[in-house]
């Protein structure tokens, strides 16, 4: 089966740093992305990895550990828009279609 | 580039009518994904097109959904005989083909209501 785990919600403070963990199981692997989706808005995409290691983006980093089936995103100076939810999605090999975590909330405090 | 746009922005009918939905991809993207998301999950895959070809369709999706792409560009998904079940935000979105790599742009959904 395919299966994509998230935690739930988490809570930061403006400023800091938080990581945000996603694990994976599915038949294949053929990429894994990081999207952001506002309460009420659609999905927007952040990142993209498929080699292990971190890809930098600005505030925003994402690993992946292929043979452990594991990535993280992280975010640093963390800041009020910030608030959202964050969703992993694994595209599983000779698949086009992405399968989905269920997303974390991620809830900035001052 | 004008992004992905949908259309209603919002449904609300009473159970058993009918409902079709439209999307347009961004112009130069030739896959077309269709997803449904409830609250506090994540999307969840309906279908997608290459071209005006339907390659996948979610062994999850009833024999009441219907999509098309008929010229390979906008994109219509029909619901039949609606149910409460039914009630959630579909989200379309696009992408180029040019292997898995390429991130799938979304539209801001149609919000569908069942009464």
């Known amino acids: 089966g395919q299966n994509i785990d998230q935690p739930t919600e988490m809570t930061a403070t403006e400023g800091a740093i938080v990581q945000i963990n996603c694990t994976y199981q599915?038949?294949?692997?053929?990429?894994l992305f990081w999207y952001q989706q506002h309460a009420g808005e659609a999905p927007t995409f952040l990142s993209y990895?498929?080699l292990d290691g971190l890809e930098e983006k600005g505030r925003f980093s994402s690993f992946l550990s292929r043979s452990k089936g594991y990535s993280y995103l992280l975010l640093k100076e963390l800041q009020m828009k910030d608030s959202a939810s964050y969703l992993c999605?694994?595209?599983?090999?000779?698949?086009?279609?992405?399968?989905w975590g269920a997303g974390t909330k991620l809830i900035i405090k001052p | 580039d004008t992004g992905v746009s949908q259309d209603p922005r919002h449904k609300i009918t009473k159970r058993g009518q009918n409902v079709t939905f439209r999307c347009d991809p961004i112009?130069?993207?030739?896959?077309l994904y269709w997803y449904r998301q409830t609250l506090g999950q994540g999307p969840e895959f309906l279908t997608y097109?290459?071209?005006?070809?339907?390659?996948?369709k979610s062994r999850l999706l009833s024999d009441r959904f219907s999509a098309e792409r008929p010229k390979g560009s906008f994109s219509t998904l029909e619901i039949q005989r609606t149910e409460q079940g039914d009630s959630a935000m579909y989200l379309c979105?696009?992408?180029?083909?040019?292997?898995?790599?390429?991130?799938?742009?979304f539209g801001d959904g149609t919000r569908l209501s069942i009464l």
């Open positions: 979105a696009s992408s180029l083909a040019l292997g898995g790599n390429q991130p799938q742009h």
């Open positions: 112009s130069e993207h030739n896959r």
């Open positions: 097109f290459q071209n005006e070809a339907q390659l996948e």
């Open positions: 599915t038949s294949g692997f053929n990429g």
């Open positions: 990895n498929v």
């Open positions: 999605a694994v595209t599983p090999q000779g698949n086009y279609q992405l399968i």
